[in-house]
């Protein structure tokens, strides 16, 4: 690659970068609170409750995410409801990733004995307080390697976001062909720059899986 070209491209995909990275941040700790909560009604013995979560993960792990994104860009203007494209941006990729946070996580919950629910109930343990504090910390060191493959997943979803004309990296490097006239070094460099930020995801997940092991 000469100097030229990475002169020029090297500033686009930084600022691309940034706001890929702030976007998969959001969404990532949005979708943590979405997931959480859905898959705790999952696994939820009311019918209506299980209901509700049963068609969120169906809707939105079963619509692709392109579609998902252009049916919620479009149709809160037309309900009155007026957000830019970074929020929606937002909103749809937690909503999307909290869908399999939630499997993750009802998976996780599912692993553990009944006995220890059914304790809990008869010592009138209010139910989110004995998933905080008896169920999730025992799952755990289960759930976090899922959940960085699909954080993982998610910062590489946020390349779709550039339809809805947010400049993020994917649109950054387009933009940078545009003026390079080369692709395959500037897809190159925008790869690379993908590929550290999930290096950095599954660095943390590790450590974090780590720590969890040597607590126990």
């Known amino acids: 690659m000469s100097m030229h070209i990475l ?5 686009l995909l930084l600022k691309g970068l940034k706001l890929t990275v702030c976007i998969s941040v959001l969404a990532i700790l949005f979708s943590l609170v979405a997931g959480s909560i859905v898959g705790s009604l999952y696994i939820s013995k009311n019918k209506l409750l299980h209901g509700i979560a049963y068609a969120y993960v169906k809707i939105f792990r079963n619509i692709p995410f392109m579609i998902q994104i252009y049916l919620i860009y479009y149709a809160l ?3 009155g409801l007026y957000v830019n494209a970074f929020w929606t941006g937002v909103i ?3 909503l999307y990733t909290g869908a399999y946070i939630a499997i993750i996580l009802e998976s996780g919950l599912r692993s553990v004995s009944k006995g220890q629910y059914e304790a809990s109930i008869a010592l009138n343990i209010p139910y989110f307080t ?3 504090r008896i169920i999730l910390p025992q799952i755990f060191g289960v759930i976090v390697p899922p959940l960085t ?3 993982a997943t998610t ?3 946020s390349s779709v976001l550039s339809v809805i004309t947010i ?3 994917t649109m950054m490097t387009n933009e940078a062909i545009g003026i390079t006239f080369s692709p395959f070094e500037v897809y190159v460099l925008s790869g690379i720059l993908y590929w550290a930020i999930n290096l950095c995801i599954e660095r943390i997940g590790k450590y974090i899986e780590y720590k ?5």
């Open 130 to 132: 004995m998933l905080r």
């Open 167 to 169: 400049a993020e990296l």
């Open 212 to 216: 969890t092991v040597l607590q126990k």
């Open 92 to 94: 749809v990729l937690a």
């Open 7 to 11: 002169e020029i491209t090297f500033p």
């Open 155 to 157: 910062v590489k979803e």
């Open 77 to 79: 203007p037309a309900l």
């Open 149 to 151: 493959s699909q954080f």
